[in-house]
């Protein structure tokens, strides 16, 4: 895990503000409202705490200059109480506090459709605050029809280069890599598919596909259930069943489609236990939570000698 650097302009922000927190304002300064009190937070398990401003309804009507003596009050009283951080989420229609928690030295952590969270770090040292995603995910379905030895390939239509790969898109929050697969393969090729396997990832950094965040790009391998292509005319150039062998031998295609066309040759002939990472669901430490494990399965002979299951 990468820890949040406190940036250098942020202390400078700091001295502008009179020192964030450092200067005593009286509850009662002029533009708070006697009703608006204290800007209280929930206490999380570092040590920090976290403000919804969405549930401080004495807020509203509140102007830039009075919710800054506020925040300001409230950042000293947390330095007092020895807390690490502040967490201050905003909702977007109150997106003019921001401007007022930044002259604090409040940063973005992150922003969502309809909220924006802002942090201070207020422990020793600099922030040792994680950040929010680093990674976004695409998922590609390698749909091999074995008893004819094809595979669905496709062209996008929106690339620079045009050359065959397997459909794929980004995963959706929330969704599973095999789902992910299964559900764009549908929607760029009419084909329906059943998960069978993991085969490979591939990470790239600074991507700017990624809005120059890193990208995974996952590949899995599907079973076909229907095989009666009708492509999507916005996203694919061409769809089509393609030899595996040829896909193999082809230069018209990516490196890692190549590489993976291969994979699948060795493991149609030797048996797809030699290259499957297969799934498995496990229950998370956290209690009602599942996850799913990807991992090579141990061969039987070790099985069967070892008495592992
Ligand atoms: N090595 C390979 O063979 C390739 C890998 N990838 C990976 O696949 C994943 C993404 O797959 P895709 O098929 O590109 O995603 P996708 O199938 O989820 O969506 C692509 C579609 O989103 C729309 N779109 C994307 N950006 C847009 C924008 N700025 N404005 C308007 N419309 C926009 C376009 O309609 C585009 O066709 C990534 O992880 C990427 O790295 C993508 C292409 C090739
Ligand atoms: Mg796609």
Request: one cysteine or more.
């Amino acid at each position: 895990m990468r820890w949040l650097r406190r940036p250098v302009c942020l202390q400078a922000a700091l001295l502008r503000a009179g020192g964030a927190g450092l200067r005593a304002e009286p509850r009662t300064a002029s533009g708070i409202p006697q009703d608006a009190g204290e800007l209280q937070g929930e206490l999380d398990r570092f040590g920090g705490v976290s403000v919804h401003l969405a549930r401080h309804r004495a807020l509203h009507g509140l102007d830039a200059a009075a919710f800054r003596r506020l925040l300001e009050a409230a950042v000293q009283r947390w330095r007092s109480e020895g807390r690490v951080a502040a967490w201050l989420h905003v909702p977007i229609l109150q997106s003019h506090f921001i401007a007022p928690a930044a002259a604090l030295g409040f940063c973005f952590h992150h922003a969502e459709s309809h909220s924006s969270t802002l942090t201070l770090w207020l422990g020793e040292g600099p922030s040792r605050l994680p950040g929010y995603a680093t990674h976004q995910v695409g998922v590609a379905g390698a749909v091999f029809d074995d008893s004819t030895r094809k595979v669905l390939v496709v062209q996008d239509r929106n690339k620079l280069k045009n050359v065959w790969k397997f459909p794929g898109g980004l995963s959706e929050p929330g969704e599973d890599i095999g789902d992910t697969a299964v559900r764009e393969v549908f929607e760029e090729t009419g084909v329906k598919s059943e998960f069978r396997s993991l085969l490979s990832i591939r990470q790239q950094h600074r991507n700017p596909g990624a809005f120059g965040k890193s990208d995974m790009y996952l590949i899995c391998r599907l079973h076909p259930c229907s095989f009666t292509i009708n492509f999507c005319q916005q996203e694919c150039l061409k769809c089509e069943w393609m030899d595996l062998e040829k896909l193999a031998r082809t230069e018209n295609t990516t490196p890692i489609t190549s590489r993976v066309a291969r994979l699948l040759l060795y493991g149609h002939r030797e048996g797809f236990d030699k290259i499957d990472l297969s799934m498995e669901e496990l229950p998370s430490v956290y209690t009602g939570l599942f996850y799913k494990l990807y991992h090579r399965g141990l061969p039987e002979s070790y099985r069967a000698t070892t008495g592992v299951d």
